[in-house]
Protein backbone atom coordinates (compact mmCIF):
# COMPACT_ATOMS: atom_id res chain seq x y z
CA UNK A 1 0.00 0.00 0.00
CA UNK A 2 1.05 3.56 -1.11
CA UNK A 3 1.97 5.44 2.03
CA UNK A 4 3.40 9.42 1.53
CA UNK A 5 3.97 11.13 4.36
CA UNK A 6 4.60 14.93 4.65
CA UNK A 7 6.49 16.73 7.72
CA UNK A 8 8.54 20.06 8.05
CA UNK A 9 6.07 22.76 8.09
CA UNK A 10 4.99 25.03 10.18
CA UNK A 11 4.78 29.13 11.04
CA UNK A 12 7.78 30.65 9.77
CA UNK A 13 8.24 34.73 8.65
CA UNK A 14 8.59 36.29 5.54
CA UNK A 15 12.05 35.87 4.36
CA UNK A 16 12.80 32.65 6.42
CA UNK A 17 13.27 29.08 5.21
CA UNK A 18 11.94 25.68 5.75
CA UNK A 19 12.32 21.90 4.73
CA UNK A 20 9.72 19.91 3.57
CA UNK A 21 10.30 16.00 3.53
CA UNK A 22 7.87 13.04 2.21
CA UNK A 23 9.00 9.87 3.44
CA UNK A 24 7.96 7.08 0.68
CA UNK A 25 6.72 3.62 1.32
CA UNK A 26 4.72 0.46 -0.28
CA UNK A 27 6.52 1.04 -3.55
CA UNK A 28 9.99 1.35 -5.26
CA UNK A 29 10.59 5.05 -4.90
CA UNK A 30 13.25 5.50 -7.70
CA UNK A 31 11.08 4.02 -10.17
CA UNK A 32 8.77 6.85 -9.75
CA UNK A 33 9.00 10.76 -10.77
CA UNK A 34 7.42 12.64 -7.89
CA UNK A 35 6.18 16.01 -7.33
CA UNK A 36 5.23 18.75 -4.91
CA UNK A 37 1.93 20.33 -5.09
CA UNK A 38 0.22 22.84 -2.62
CA UNK A 39 -3.16 24.22 -2.14
CA UNK A 40 -3.70 27.37 -0.77
CA UNK A 41 -6.83 28.25 1.31
CA UNK A 42 -10.20 28.38 -0.58
CA UNK A 43 -7.76 27.71 -3.67
CA UNK A 44 -7.24 24.68 -6.00
CA UNK A 45 -4.38 22.28 -6.21
CA UNK A 46 -1.32 24.76 -7.80
CA UNK A 47 1.79 22.74 -8.91
CA UNK A 48 4.84 23.19 -7.37
CA UNK A 49 8.07 21.16 -9.00
CA UNK A 50 8.89 17.74 -9.87
CA UNK A 51 12.08 15.29 -9.92
CA UNK A 52 13.10 12.95 -12.42
CA UNK A 53 13.22 9.35 -10.69
CA UNK A 54 17.61 9.45 -10.17
CA UNK A 55 16.70 12.99 -9.35
CA UNK A 56 18.97 14.39 -12.07
CA UNK A 57 16.66 16.46 -13.62
CA UNK A 58 14.01 18.98 -11.81
CA UNK A 59 11.10 21.65 -13.10
CA UNK A 60 9.28 23.99 -11.18
CA UNK A 61 6.72 26.40 -11.75
CA UNK A 62 7.38 29.75 -13.07
CA UNK A 63 8.41 31.81 -10.20
CA UNK A 64 9.61 29.61 -7.93
CA UNK A 65 12.87 28.14 -9.21
CA UNK A 66 15.56 29.62 -7.37
CA UNK A 67 13.82 30.13 -4.38
CA UNK A 68 12.48 26.30 -4.03
CA UNK A 69 15.14 23.15 -4.51
CA UNK A 70 13.60 19.90 -4.91
CA UNK A 71 15.33 16.37 -4.18
CA UNK A 72 15.40 13.32 -3.50
CA UNK A 73 17.73 10.28 -0.99
CA UNK A 74 16.48 7.14 -3.15
CA UNK A 75 18.08 5.35 -0.18
CA UNK A 76 16.14 6.66 2.18
CA UNK A 77 12.95 6.84 0.44
CA UNK A 78 12.38 10.10 0.88
CA UNK A 79 11.85 13.06 -1.14
CA UNK A 80 12.81 16.59 -0.32
CA UNK A 81 11.51 20.36 -0.81
CA UNK A 82 13.63 23.29 0.64
CA UNK A 83 12.37 26.94 0.30
CA UNK A 84 13.80 30.10 0.72
CA UNK A 85 12.78 33.60 0.94
CA UNK A 86 9.59 32.51 2.22
CA UNK A 87 6.75 35.24 1.43
CA UNK A 88 2.93 35.12 2.74
CA UNK A 89 1.61 33.95 -0.70
CA UNK A 90 3.53 30.88 -0.10
CA UNK A 91 1.45 29.84 2.67
CA UNK A 92 -0.61 26.93 1.85
CA UNK A 93 -0.78 23.10 2.57
CA UNK A 94 1.73 21.13 1.13
CA UNK A 95 1.33 17.55 -0.50
CA UNK A 96 4.06 15.53 -2.01
CA UNK A 97 2.34 13.27 -5.26
CA UNK A 98 3.46 9.82 -6.58
CA UNK A 99 3.23 9.74 -10.51
CA UNK A 100 0.89 7.31 -11.85
CA UNK A 101 2.86 4.87 -13.86
CA UNK A 102 6.78 3.99 -13.40
CA UNK A 103 9.38 4.18 -15.71
CA UNK A 104 7.87 7.44 -16.91
CA UNK A 105 10.37 10.36 -17.87
CA UNK A 106 8.51 13.34 -18.52
CA UNK A 107 8.18 15.65 -15.65
CA UNK A 108 5.17 17.98 -16.64
CA UNK A 109 2.61 17.79 -14.56
CA UNK A 110 -1.10 16.96 -14.40
CA UNK A 111 -3.68 16.25 -11.26
CA UNK A 112 -5.20 12.82 -13.28
CA UNK A 113 -1.52 11.75 -13.61
CA UNK A 114 -0.70 12.08 -9.95
CA UNK A 115 -3.52 10.21 -8.38
CA UNK A 116 -2.23 9.43 -4.66
CA UNK A 117 -0.98 12.42 -2.80
CA UNK A 118 0.02 12.47 1.30
CA UNK A 119 -2.01 13.84 4.34
CA UNK A 120 0.38 17.21 3.55
CA UNK A 121 2.08 19.39 5.55
CA UNK A 122 1.29 23.21 6.44
CA UNK A 123 3.18 26.17 5.60
CA UNK A 124 2.51 29.36 7.35
CA UNK A 125 4.17 32.36 6.40
CA UNK A 126 3.99 35.55 8.15
CA UNK A 127 4.25 39.15 7.18
Known amino acids: QVQLVESGGGLVESGGSLRLSCAAS????????MSWVRQAPGKGLEYVSS????????RYADGLKGRFTISRDNAKNTMYLYMTNLKPEDTAVYYC????????????????????RGQGTQVTVSS
Open 97 to 116: AKRRYSGVSYLGYSDSDYPE
Open 26 to 33: GFTFSDYV
Open 51 to 58: ISRGGGSQ
